[in-house]
């Protein structure tokens, strides 16, 4: 299995950037790796995007060395091992509310002892080709990154045993779900909403996690290192239309 460049880069403290990517091209993610993006966010939850169009997209981010995760709209064992046995090198899973959902995650993208994923082999896996299974187990428990995303007044509230979870290595705060829970739907910068991201990504830091949100230009990037926040993501289709914008505005 690939190393995780992004697992131990976070571990060391670094700042990572970042972009969800809804597009199906896998020229894309080749684009992003060799601009130097720090890691890319396959977005199956908004898309259309399945476990057998992210296998060329894993592959186009492997040959540019960009890491690479994916958002998984089902916290579903069955689901999530599609895309991780295809080669996914770890998950962002939306709207969990409750420790128990957070360890489902948990159990669903680590092997025993760890979790519960099942072992095949599977792309991820090299096909078993080049190493034995056990060796790769150790290697997948290790290198896998899971990050959970809070965007709801449930996940709000049970935030305190949901960063408690073994194995969970990023936060992720999602702005635009957050704001419409707390009744300001658009309203990203909100003091509520900013105030409710910025508290708890104290407390997941104290906790030992990493933390994320979205940071759509160099100014919020700013704010939210200056918050202790590592990982930082905006969108593919932004950079698209910010480059389309500033072209025309400048012919």
Not at 36 to 63: C, K, N
Not at 213 to 230: C, L, N, P, V
Request: negative net charge.
């Amino acid at each position: 299995m690939r190393k995780n460049d992004m697992k131990r880069r976070l571990k060391a403290g670094e700042v990572l950037l970042g972009a969800f990517n809804t597009l199906h091209a896998p020229s894309v993610l080749e684009i992003l790796g060799l601009v130097g993006l720090d890691f890319v966010i396959v977005d199956a939850e908004h898309t259309s995007i399945t476990p057998e169009t992210a296998e060329d997209l894993y592959r186009a981010a492997e040959l540019r060395e960009l890491s690479v995760v994916t958002r998984i709209g089902e916290n579903s064992q069955q689901v999530i091992q599609k895309f991780m046995d295809a080669g996914s090198q770890g998950v962002l899973i939306p709207l969990v509310n409750t420790v128990e959902e957070a360890q489902r995650v948990v159990d669903a993208v680590k092997y025993p002892p760890i979790g519960k994923r099942g072992l095949a082999g599977s792309r991820s896996a090299e096909w078993g080709l080049t190493s034995i299974p056990a060796d790769y187990v150790t290697e997948s428990n290790l290198e896998t990154l899971i990050a959970v995303q809070i965007e709801t007044k449930e996940g709000i509230e049970n935030f305190d045993e949901i960063v408690t979870v073994n194995d969970v290595d990023v936060i992720f705060f999602g702005p635009s779900d957050i704001s419409t829970s707390l009744g300001y739907p658009g309203e990203l910068r909100h003091p509520e909403v900013l105030s409710i991201i910025e508290t708890l990504g104290g407390k997941s830091i104290s906790a030992g996690k990493s933390v994320g949100t979205i940071a759509r230009d160099r100014a919020e990037i700013q704010y939210w290192k200056d918050r202790g926040f590592q990982w930082l993501c905006t969108g593919v289709s932004g950079f698209l239309t910010n480059g389309i914008r500033s072209y025309i505005s400048d012919s």
